[in-house]
């Protein structure tokens, strides 16, 4: 199969030519392969490719909606038997496990093929996609800037057309905000929607969440519809809707009250591409005959940032020290990234009662932002406060800086996102713009706690109002 004919259809599409035999599973496979020799030196995305696994795959595949396509999933968090998973750092380099998470149980019975690994910076504490070990992953749509973190690797490998789907997470914009620098669809699923087991209970005492970035509205619904829902033991779930997500979007979406702003809680300036395209998205929500609305919550930016580096840098020092005794090393200056050391001190002179009162904290913005969507639908703002950085904007080895510095480096640039990790609320970034420059600038709407399927009713009648699948970086 030709570069040029794959890259046409989203991962449903492909799924489609394997179910009517135009083409094989091992056909698609090949073809991503090459892809990846020919494009991924230009970007630096993948960091391992697998071969082995991708013909165990292909030896036993089942009959999932995504059957035969080709697939790439973040080294973090989520992890895969025998598949490396470093972690964009050198503590873990050699981090391997023998079996699957239950969400890469699930993405193999979807029928996906996994061909490859994608980057991450280090321990995903970051909003670009650079680290010591990997080097920096690049825009496809511009090779000097950023294709945002920290799921960078998976924006720039399904924008380049590598793959149509590509697992990713996010613990404060981290699907959102790649999906946003790449021209794509990014999707957080509301908190306890997706499995996170049998390793792990919440991620980032509830922050992290696990799912994909995507080119399409309906790989996103049918993807979630594959793969939410508890695993054995979990914590706490989402209660699955009695509609299949993907059946969803066959009903137009309702007249919604949409509440909008430009203003971030943190009040950091916003690059006026980003206020015009946000001013322009508003503009084409009231046309398809929604009503639109100025105004925001407030929460406490101050105590909401204490919050975050609390929880991040605890759970970083946690999640480090369990790295280093599994591979019998040490957590030391020489394996870590600078901010990356000072966020693992911060973590482990923290007291139980200072993590419990970053809990408070994240329940008092939980309750003040759930009684706004008493009054709205949906939030919309722009995802990140600028089009993509430039590479090394955002530098995690930088010396001298401290956890609370680097935390708010991180949201000065993404000042929309953190929010609705905190809240665990559904929330997507779509690509609605582009700069002057041709850089894409992304559109996040969030939703009330449990109702993505608002969210992808939205997001497909925009995306059927103005299409953006065939939009290609220059490089593809």
């Given at each position: ?138 825009n496809p749509w511009n090779n000097e ?31 959102r905000i790649p999906a946003s620098c ?192 008493n009054g709205y639908d949906v939030f ?97």
């Open positions: 199969m030709k570069f040029s004919e794959y890259l046409q259809y989203d991962g449903l599409g492909l799924a489609e030519l394997v179910k009517n035999k135009e083409v094989t599973p091992e056909e698609l496979t090949d073809t991503a392969l090459q892809v990846i020799e020919d494009i991924n030196p230009k970007l630096n995305a993948v960091v391992s490719i697998q071969r082995e696994n991708a013909k165990r795959d292909l030896d036993d595949l089942p009959n999932g909606p995504f059957k035969g396509v080709p697939f790439l999933i973040k080294e973090m968090a989520l992890h895969a038997s025998g598949i490396p998973s470093r972690m964009g750092s050198k503590l873990a380099d050699g981090f391997v496990l023998a079996h699957d998470t239950e969400l890469m149980a699930r993405f193999r019975q979807a029928g996906f093929v996994t061909i490859g690994t994608t980057a991450t910076p280090e321990f995903a504490f970051n909003a670009t996609t650079e680290s010591v070990l990997y080097g920096p992953s690049r800037r950023s294709p945002g973190g920290s799921s960078g690797g998976a924006g720039a490998a399904v924008a380049a057309g590598i793959v149509p789907i590509a697992h990713a997470n996010d613990g404060g914009g981290s699907i790449n021209g794509l669809i990014g999707l957080k699923p509301t908190r306890g929607r997706i499995p996170t087991g049998p390793d792990m209970g919440e991620l980032l005492c509830g922050l992290g969440i696990e799912f994909a970035i995507t080119r399409t509205v309906r790989d996103t619904a049918a993807l979630l519809d594959a793969v939410s829902g508890p695993d054995l033991g979990c914590y706490a779930w989402a209660e699955r809707p009695a509609t299949p997500y993907l059946k969803e979007l066959a009903t137009p979406s309702q007249r919604l009250r949409i509440a909008w702003t430009d203003k971030p809680f943190s009040e950091v300036p916003v690059d006026p591409e980003c206020i015009k395209s946000l001013h322009e998205t508003v503009r084409l929500c009231e046309q398809l005959g929604h009503e639109v609305v100025e105004t925001a919550p407030y929460i406490n930016n101050e105590q909401h940032m204490l919050a975050t580096v609390r929880l991040w840098s605890s759970n970083l020092a946690n999640m480090m020290d369990n790295v280093a005794q599994f591979l019998g090393k040490d957590p030391s200056e020489e394996l870590l990234e600078a901010t990356s050391w000072a966020c693992y001190q911060y973590g482990k002179s923290m007291t139980a009662v200072e993590l419990l009162q970053a809990l408070d904290i994240m329940n008092m913005v939980s309750r003040t932002i759930g009684e706004f969507f919309l703002t722009p995802t990140t406060g600028q089009p993509p950085l430039l590479l090394s904007e955002l530098n995690a080895n930088a010396p001298g800086v401290s956890p609370e510095q680097w935390t708010e480096q991180i949201f000065t640039y993404a000042p929309f996102t953190n929010v609705f990790n905190t809240t665990g609320q559904p929330a997507i970034s779509l690509p609605l713009a582009w700069s002057r420059d041709g850089l894409p600038i992304g559109m996040q709407f969030a939703g009330r706690f449990g109702d993505e399927a608002t969210l992808l009713k939205l997001a497909h009648q925009i995306e059927e109002a103005l299409p953006w699948k065939d939009r290609r970086p220059p490089m593809v």
